[in-house]
């Protein structure tokens, strides 16, 4: 039997829940325009079940080293589609992502190399 699919407003801790993500860090991305509020009669900010599709994409981003203001830059359809990994405007941002990490893992393996030379050229002394 299929569940039967929510569709009113989502309070933040609502969200929060659905998401995983923290309500700061929704409030966050709120502030930012990366998700769409509206303020219910006692004030409080409401959001659309669409929400939480953007909030789940946009922790998959910022865990793939994506800062929020490369995310903004993203085409809708990156935050609005379930699971969306990538689409032609993102590709060349993704990839300049995947080669800076490179460059960092090669600094660091050299680091290593260097500490561990350093601790056998001190080993027997």
């Known amino acids: ?54 909030v789940k994409q946009l ?18 359809c990156m935050l609005i589609v379930d699971g969306a990994l990538a689409c032609p405007e993102t590709k060349g941002a993704q990839r300049a992502r995947l080669l800076a990490i490179d460059k960092q893992i090669t600094q660091l393996e050299r680091r290593r190399l260097q500490l561990r030379l350093m601790l056998e050229d001190t080993a027997g002394k």
């Not at 829940?17 to 998700?35: C, F, P």
């Not at 910022?62 to 800062?67: E, S, V």
Request: net charge positive; aromatic share 8%; proline share 3%.
């Open 1 to 54: 039997m299929k569940m039967k699919e929510r569709h009113s407003p989502l309070s933040i801790g609502e969200l929060a829940n659905s998401t995983g993500a923290s309500i700061r860090a929704i409030r966050h991305y709120d502030q930012q325009g990366l998700l769409a509020s509206t303020r219910s009669a006692n004030g409080y900010r409401m959001f659309s079940t669409l929400a939480i599709t953007q």
């Open 59 to 76: 922790r998959r981003f910022l865990d793939a080293g994506f800062n929020l203001a490369e995310i903004k830059g993203f085409p809708e």
